[in-house]
């Protein structure tokens, strides 16, 4: 009996249990993983091991800005096939209208419904090929509304959720180039970089902006333990709310951002979610500035520049 050895994230938690547990707590968890005593005594050892490698491998892409000023917008969490139609329609046609230097699409594009470990709607499980071909098209429209954009799609956990699933259902096929996120996209086709979940892109040494797998409670919760964790400044999405942190010290003020989302607030599978829909705009300079705008969509309408979009 060798069970199913957890990786990544689960693989971190799976070993704080084993260090914090007594004997009948280890017990437990071995039979949770249908393991051997032996072989769960191994994973928890072999952890900071694997961590490290981790560490290595999400170590953030960088970018650098040039330009006197450049402006980047930040979009994420359109979860297809929950994505709000309307509302991605305003925000393409503004972008559209803008014309930003760089689109960072910041991850959980597509839901990955029917490979969640959570409770499913059998009626939903033929239609994956479905979703991913409606996400190819919004990658597709973005190509064209803003085909001088340089664009960047950063994994989310819901994109990590097929990694996830292929690493623990078929290992063999996990490595096959043609399951890979940009194969199964073709993100090539649509000119669009890829960055692994939770690397990040670190911009100007300065801003970083990653997915996160972190989700507070309240409104800015976020951002505040996304400063503990990474410090410096950033932002994440993941949260699904709007919100802020500060803080300043003897060395500078430092500032973390949440980037709402783009979903339904009335998916099939929740009832009443605390988000917010919308979208940021980060201003770069050349002499290492930044400014962070963002865009709360209320009722399908944000203002900016004294414009009411609708």
Same mark, same amino acid.
């Given at each position: 009996?060798?069970?199913?050895?957890?990786?990544?994230?689960?693989?971190?938690?799976?070993?704080?249990?084993?260090?914090?547990?007594?004997?009948?707590?280890?017990?437990?968890?071995?039979?949770?993983?249908?393991? $051997?005593?032996?072989? %769960?005594?191994?994973?928890?050892?072999?952890?900071?091991?694997? +961590?490290?490698?981790?560490?290595?491998? $999400?170590?953030?892409?960088?970018?650098?800005?040039?330009?006197?000023?450049?402006?980047?917008?930040?979009?994420?969490?359109?979860?297809?096939?929950?994505?709000?139609?309307?509302?991605?329609?305003?925000?393409?046609?503004?972008?559209?209208? !803008?014309?930003?230097?760089?689109?960072? #699409?910041?991850?959980?594009?597509?839901?990955?419904?029917?490979?969640?470990?959570?409770?499913?709607?059998?009626?939903?499980?033929?239609? #994956?090929?479905?979703?991913?071909?409606?996400?190819?098209?919004?990658?597709?429209?973005?190509?064209?509304?803003?085909?001088? $954009?340089?664009?960047?799609?950063?994994?989310?956990?819901?994109?990590?959720?097929?990694?996830?699933?292929?690493?623990?259902?078929?290992? %063999?096929?996990?490595?096959?180039?043609? !399951?890979?996120?940009?194969?199964?996209?073709?993100?090539?086709?649509?000119?669009?970089?890829? +960055?692994?979940?939770?690397?990040?892109?670190?911009?100007?040494?300065?801003? !970083? +902006?990653?997915?996160?797998?972190?989700?507070?409670?309240?409104?800015?919760?976020?951002?505040?333990?996304?400063?503990?964790?990474?410090?410096?400044?950033?932002?994440?999405?993941?949260?699904?709310?709007?919100?802020?942190?500060?803080?300043?010290?003897?060395?500078? +003020?430092?500032?973390?951002?949440?980037?709402?989302?783009?979903?339904?607030?009335?998916?099939?599978?929740?009832?009443?979610?605390?988000?917010?829909?919308?979208?940021?705009?980060?201003?770069? $300079?050349?002499?290492?500035?930044?400014?962070?705008?963002?865009?709360?969509?209320?009722?399908?309408?944000? #203002?900016?520049?004294?414009?009411?979009?609708?």
């Amino acid at each position: 009996m060798s069970g199913l050895k957890p990786i990544g994230a689960e693989l971190e938690l799976f070993s704080k249990e084993w260090k914090e547990s007594n004997a009948e707590g280890k017990f437990k968890l071995v039979k949770k993983y249908e393991t $051997t005593y032996k072989n %769960a005594s191994k994973w928890a050892s072999k952890k900071k091991e694997e +961590v490290s490698e981790k560490n290595t491998l $999400t170590k953030p892409l960088t970018l650098k800005v040039t330009k006197d000023q450049q402006i980047i917008a930040v979009i994420g969490d359109t979860h297809n096939p929950y994505q709000d139609k309307k509302v991605i329609s305003l925000v393409t046609n503004f972008l559209g209208e !803008l014309q930003p230097d760089v689109l960072i #699409m910041n991850g959980d594009m597509n839901d990955f419904y029917q490979v969640s470990v959570f409770s499913k709607d059998i009626k939903r499980m033929g239609h #994956m090929q479905e979703d991913i071909n409606s996400t190819k098209e919004f990658f597709a429209e973005m190509n064209k509304v803003m085909p001088n $954009t340089k664009k960047i799609l950063i994994e989310g956990t819901h994109e990590y959720r097929w990694n996830k699933f292929l690493q623990h259902s078929s290992p %063999a096929t996990s490595v096959l180039d043609c !399951l890979s996120i940009p194969a199964l996209f073709e993100l090539g086709k649509y000119d669009i970089e890829y +960055v692994e979940y939770e690397r990040g892109l670190l911009i100007n040494d300065i801003f !970083l +902006v990653i997915h996160g797998d972190i989700a507070s409670k309240h409104s800015g919760e976020t951002a505040k333990n996304q400063y503990l964790k990474n410090g410096g400044n950033g932002i994440c999405n993941h949260t699904h709310k709007g919100g802020s942190f500060f803080k300043r010290d003897r060395f500078g +003020v430092w500032g973390w951002w949440e980037n709402y989302c783009l979903c339904s607030l009335n998916p099939d599978w929740i009832q009443n979610p605390n988000w917010v829909q919308g979208f940021s705009l980060v201003n770069f $300079t050349s002499e290492q500035r930044f400014f962070v705008e963002q865009i709360p969509i209320i009722g399908n309408k944000f #203002m900016y520049g004294g414009k009411l979009w609708k």
